[in-house]
């Protein structure tokens, strides 16, 4: 009998929401526990900022140029090569449970994989999908194919309405503002705390683990939707944390004059986002400008999530309960992520995009190795990628990475990650949707974070970042025409070209926007 | 996006004589035969109602069937669309080939995308269910999808 794998993870989580990271607005003892026995990264970060090329990332362990991912809506092809595959021939019982999103949702004509078999059941007929034996999918909310929508309908009707809808009448991601503010993608929900979404992957997760014997050995991804947004948790548990009483994000500044300075100091498309007049992601609501974003507004936007990220945290506790009274508690690692990260009101911004900032790239991270490894709690500073996590699975298993797997294993510590060269991070941003094209490439090295950009609808391929974490880790003094670190610039750029992987070619098509 | 109107192009070469093409994706009554996720498609005069796979129906109206020009001309006329129209144009190139285009112009523009996506894979279908070779290389690229407007 081996080690069991469960690999959590939620959507767009940002670093500073868990209380072992700093965060003081949720709570998060669950997850705390976890990093107190374990392995807490200072600095992990995703190859992506948007949800299917980061998910599709750690389902093969490839950056983004390698599996073709390379904006949200270009479905990942169904033979891609799968950390879950490696583990079932390993002899593995393998599921994913919740939100999966490797290829379009917006799918009228149900002819992408996932979506069709939401309709047939649980489990692939061809026995496997991506190497996973059984999948029950969730997404936000309660529209669509998925198998939580089916559930909802067939058992609880009366709650289909209840959730914020994502898209508006023209399928663009809806703008509506609710709650007490009427804060964007913002919605009182009615729904009953036991069948919103969180507690329902938890409960189907629960529900596979029931089915494995005993001495068997699993992998199970447990992939929450939330805090993603929108921002519509059961209204019951909305009352834990007054908005009001919450304190505005150290990277919001309150003054619009210096927001706006901050702004104009970085890439066009920035301000433009800013001022309403260019929407360069899909997920971002077309009609929303962030200029007109409310410290209030925030703040309740702020609640929301912390919200979300405790009906999280008290869902693993049940799972992890679950799992020690089945006697599987010390043959167990835990690794807690997210796909990206949120803007949470840095430089006044919201959602996501193609920002190479903190809110978006630092990623909570957690890896409790099982017990009976007897690990060390630590904590590591040193870079490191959501695309080690498939070969940290392999070594788990006790199984040698693939070739085709881009990533590393996790270290345990920073001497581990000193010795075995972790050294950069590097994340990939390319979209190119009806006139508006946008691509960079991030590195992250020492205490540096620096993009670069290529040529684009705003951009001339000249443009750049470059933010020193170390005395500017809100990065609001953007350095790329500091003359005085034009060294250091051009190092990092040349180091951040050295270590790109080819991209894929031909390109895979986008197929859908989302 | 902050485009309202999308346009989505998609076109293969197919080493085939454009007119066992045309004889596939001209006969508005094929159309399961070979566009993904269609179930059926029963056409009464000019108008043709397409069955999804996922139950959804698509209440089109065919505006055109041009054998000379071996061009399909239809409109999406479901209320999910405030605006569609789809273009199936054959040509031939004289060489033995001939490049199948899928044109979609819609409102709302993620509708394009969509279509559009499910038209790609569609000519694929019609390549293998032909039995004809897809001619790499030569002749336009296929187009990325192009903003009609903005808001």
């Known amino acids: 009998m081996g080690r069991k794998i469960l690999l ?236 009001r009483e919450v304190p505005l994000p150290a990277g919001y500044p309150e003054d619009r004059a210096a927001r706006e300075s901050i702004l104009d100091a970085k890439p066009r498309h920035w301000r433009l986002w800013y001022d309403g007049t260019l929407v360069s992601n899909y997920e971002a609501p077309a009609e929303w400008v962030p200029a007109t974003l409310t410290p209030d507004q925030l703040r309740e936007v702020t609640a929301r999530n912390a919200v979300e990220c405790e009906l999280i945290d008290e869902a693993l506790g049940r799972v992890l309960d679950r799992i020690d009274a089945r006697g599987w508690g010390c043959d167990l690692d835990v690794v807690f992520t997210t796909d990206h990260g949120e803007l949470g009101g840095d430089f006044g911004l919201m959602f996501k995009g193609p920002y190479h900032v903190e809110g978006l790239m630092r990623l909570p991270l957690i890896w409790r190795p099982a017990p009976a490894s007897a690990p060390v709690g630590s904590v590591v500073t040193r870079p490191v990628g959501l695309v080690d996590l498939a070969p940290t699975f392999c070594a788990i298993a006790g199984i040698e990475a693939p070739a085709w797997m881009e990533g590393k294993a996790l270290p345990v510590d920073d001497a581990d990650a000193d010795e075995r060269g972790f050294e950069r991070v590097l994340t990939e941003w390319d979209s190119d949707i009806f006139g508006t094209e946008v691509h960079l490439r991030t590195i992250m090295r020492d205490h540096w974070v620096c993009s670069a950009y290529l040529p684009g609808t705003s951009h001339d391929g000249t443009e750049g970042e470059l933010y020193d974490l170390s005395d500017d880790p809100l990065q609001q003094v953007n350095r790329w025409e500091d003359r005085s670190v034009r060294g250091l610039r051009d190092d990092l750029v040349a180091d951040l070209w050295d270590h790109q992987v080819s991209a894929r070619f031909p390109r895979l098509a986008l197929e859908a926007p989302v | 996006m902050t485009s309202r109107r999308g346009s989505v192009r998609h076109q293969l070469r197919l080493a085939c004589e454009p007119d066992r093409v045309w004889d596939l994706v001209g006969d508005p009554t094929r159309l399961a035969e070979w566009f993904p996720g269609v179930e059926s498609c029963t056409v009464d005069g000019d108008q043709r109602v397409v069955t999804t796979r996922s139950g959804l129906p698509m209440p089109e109206t065919i505006l055109g069937v041009d054998a000379s020009l071996r061009r399909f001309q239809y409109r999406v006329t479901s209320p999910l669309f405030k605006e569609h129209l789809g273009t199936v144009d054959v040509l031939d190139l004289d060489d033995g080939t001939c490049l199948v285009v899928y044109s979609t112009d819609a409102e709302p523009a993620a509708l394009a995308l969509v279509v559009g996506g499910a038209a790609r894979a569609g000519l694929a279908n019609v390549a293998e269910l032909l039995g004809a070779d897809i001619v790499v290389g030569s002749g336009p690229p296929t187009s990325s999808p192009r903003s009609k407007g903005a808001h």
């Open chain 1, 8 to 243: 959590v993870t939620t959507d767009q989580q940002r670093f500073d929401t868990l209380g072992c990271n700093g965060g003081m607005v949720a709570r998060t003892p669950v997850v705390d526990g976890l990093a107190a026995q374990g392995i807490r990264f200072e600095r992990a970060q995703p190859q992506s900022v948007v949800c299917m090329p980061s998910r599709s990332t750690v389902l093969t362990g490839q950056y983004p140029s390698t599996h073709g991912v390379w904006m949200n809506g270009v479905p990942l092809p169904v033979d891609a090569p799968s950390v879950a595959e490696v583990l079932h021939g390993a002899g593995y019982r393998t599921a994913l449970v919740g939100k999966a999103h490797f290829e379009p949702y917006i799918d009228p004509f149900l002819r992408f994989e996932e979506n069709a078999l939401s309709s047939t059941g649980t489990e692939p007929a061809a026995g496997l999908h991506r190497g996973f034996e059984h999948l029950e999918m969730a997404t936000h909310g309660a529209v669509g194919p998925l198998h939580y929508p089916r559930w909802l309908a067939a058992h609880h009707p009366e709650a289909l309405g209840s959730f914020y809808s994502a898209l508006d009448g023209s399928l663009q991601v809806n703008a509506a503002g609710g709650g007490e503010t009427g804060a964007p993608q913002v919605k009182v929900n009615t729904i009953e705390r036991g069948i919103y979404h969180t507690d329902w992957v938890a409960d189907r997760t629960i529900g596979w683990l029931d089915t494995v014997g005993d001495d068997e050995d699993w992998f199970c991804w447990m992939s929450f939707p939330d805090p993603h947004h929108p921002w519509d948790p059961p209204e019951s548990e909305v009352g834990r944390i007054d908005w």
